[in-house]
């Protein structure tokens, strides 16, 4: 019997690099990494029913691996956002914003 890939291990490898380089974007991140994430489980819950029918796992866990460093990354992101709305208001940060995007002559 010839042994195949395990399914969707190229979607979770994308994926879950997808969610780190988006991590910064107010959590955006998040959403591809939690797909990639339950995608990874499935593949490596149908690798450990049959192992002898797939070729290797390692992708899988990489991908795995790399989704939860991006949902780390989307969760603290999202905290530092929250943390600074908390202490110096939503209104202070939309000011500083504002003087930034003068600052280097970026139009609104």
């Known amino acids: 019997m010839e ?9 979770i490898i994308v994926l879950s690099i997808f969610g780190i380089v988006c991590c910064w974007c107010f959590g955006l991140g998040l959403i591809p990494s939690v797909i990639a994430l339950v995608l ?3 593949a490596q819950k149908l690798y450990r029913e049959n192992p002898e029918l797939y070729v290797n796992s390692s992708t899988i866990k990489t991908g795995k ?3 939860i460093i991006g949902i ?3 969760l ?10 908390t202490t110096i208001g939503f209104d ?7 003087e930034l995007m ?4 970026i139009e609104e």
Request: no cysteine; charged share 20%.
């Open 3 to 11: 042994q195949q890939k395990l399914p969707n291990e190229t979607a």
């Open 40 to 42: 990874a489980i499935k």
């Open 65 to 67: 691996i790399l989704a």
């Open 72 to 74: 780390v990354l989307g």
């Open 76 to 85: 603290y992101s999202i905290g530092s956002v929250i943390y600074q709305i």
């Open 92 to 98: 202070e940060m939309m000011e500083q914003s504002r």
């Open 102 to 105: 003068e600052q280097y002559g």
